[in-house]
């Protein structure tokens, strides 16, 4: 097999890494939501006397369905509940007290006829467990599996109208990974076929029977993509427009999965002319990540994944790693070059999926410590990920976390310039940067 040029290289590796992220993604869902950690219940066997009879003195209605609960439960933690159970009802033809509370006083029945049942369900249940189960859900209307990113949406939902904080950011939790997990089943097919056809083209045996064993699993798990226009919908329009909680997770699923989720373009097309407030948001996103991730508006100009030379002020002079280095092992510093009349250093620029980018150094993927830039060789920290704008013909300017990537920031005791991160405007005039010819 003839060697990989470097351009080929970083098409390999761009694409593993797409494939690693969309893996991960599935793992997650596979094995739990283990970011998301429950409260352990108040007392043990607690969670047992949910929905049942026993020393149940309150029933809550829904849909057809009953529940068994018990107003010390409920009601030490519901003010809602609270106000609706206190004291006596005083029936018509009598004049009521203003400060009586309703008929379900007496008669121990609440009704929320108005609620969507599962969501209810959940609520209650949170009462004693401080947790919810997400397991499949059937719509009683058209009997299909409700999906769980549509069951943590009306929860949340269903906490924000009854005032239960702590159930709101749990159903948050949840949504967030099932939203990401749900869409990213149909990105993970894209990564592993991408990655089979370089496997073929650079003949590596092993990746490409990998790759059909990862493509029959993900095929096998992967959902439907008609929930993610549902989920859309039951988001945006049960949301409030000030309420970014749900919405924000939606609309970052969506511009990192942009290519799957825009696969159906009738179908994407139709989610947005029903959803103006969602339209408006992707718009904004689009726009935002077009000025902010290396697209120039007026040029034209993006930066793919490849192979480049970075030049500082303005052009004039090289960085990179030093030629010469030392043997160890710790992170080597990203240096001012000399202007020695040798070619520039190469440099990987590999796009993410949200329109950022990581630099690589000979191979060692760059990061910062104490504002200083390093090419990390044994990858132990995650790479820094890096915002590119462009400020002119070729002109670029670097920046991670609001700071911005200056080669002109100080002198390391006349051994050269560290390159190095600073708040405001930077010395350096901009970075130029040029796909490696050949």
Not at 210 to 223: H, I, R, V
Not at 338 to 367: C, F, M, V
Not at 401 to 423: F, I, M, R
Request: glycine share 6%; aromatic share 6%.
């Amino acid at each position: 097999m003839m060697p990989l040029t470097p351009a080929e290289k970083a098409e390999l590796k761009a694409a593993t890494n797409t494939l690693e992220h969309a893996i991960q993604c599935r793992d997650a869902l596979e094995d739990g939501p283990s970011q998301v950690v429950d409260h352990q219940p108040l007392e043990q066997g607690l969670g047992s006397m949910f929905d049942n009879p026993k020393y149940s003195d309150l029933v809550v209605t829904c849909s057809g369905r009953a529940f068994k609960v018990h107003k010390t439960v409920v009601c030490s933690q519901s003010k809602w509940f609270a106000k609706k159970l206190l004291g006596p009802w005083t029936p018509a033809p009598c004049k009521p007290d203003i400060n009586s509370p309703a008929k379900e006083a007496e008669s121990g029945v609440i009704d929320l006829d108005a609620d969507d049942p599962d969501a209810v369900e959940a609520m209650l249940r949170f009462y004693y467990t401080s947790s919810y189960n997400e397991d499949d859900k059937i719509d009683a209307e058209s009997g299909a599996v409700v999906p769980r990113t549509l069951l943590n949406a009306r929860v949340y939902t269903i906490a924000d109208k009854y005032n239960i904080l702590e159930l709101k950011n749990l159903s948050k939790a949840k949504f967030k990974l099932a939203a990401a997990t749900s869409l990213t089943n149909d990105g993970l097919q894209d990564a592993l076929a991408k990655l089979y056809v370089l496997a073929n083209r650079y003949n590596i045996v092993e990746l490409r029977t990998l790759m059909e064993t990862e493509y029959a699993f993900g095929t096998a798990t992967s959902q439907a993509p008609c929930t993610f226009y549902d989920v859309v919908a039951e988001v945006y329009s049960s949301t409030p427009t000030a309420d970014r909680g749900l919405r924000d997770i939606v609309l970052t699923a969506t511009m990192d999965n942009i290519e799957v989720v825009s696969r159906d373009r009738g179908g994407f097309r139709k989610t947005l002319e029903n959803n103006p407030d969602f339209a408006a948001d992707v718009t904004e996103a689009v726009l935002t990540r077009d000025t902010q991730a290396g697209h120039c508006m007026k040029c034209g100009k993006d930066l793919e994944t490849g192979v480049y030379t970075i030049l500082a002020s303005g052009g004039q002079q090289p960085i990179g790693r030093y030629r010469v280095e030392d043997l160890s092992l710790l992170p080597k510093r990203v240096m001012l070059l000399p202007q020695d009349g040798q070619e520039p250093p190469e440099w990987i620029i590999e796009t993410t999926s949200n329109g950022k980018y990581i630099l690589t150094a000979r191979g060692a993927p760059l990061i910062v410590r104490d504002d200083k830039v390093y090419a990390d060789l044994l990858q132990n920290s995650p790479p820094t990920v890096w915002d590119i704008a462009s400020v002119g013909d070729d002109l670029y300017s670097i920046s991670t976390d609001g700071k911005n990537l200056d080669a002109t920031a100080g002198d390391d005791n006349g051994e050269g310039t560290q390159l190095q991160v600073v708040t405001g405007t930077p010395n350096n005039k901009g970075f130029l940067i040029k796909p490696l010819e050949g």
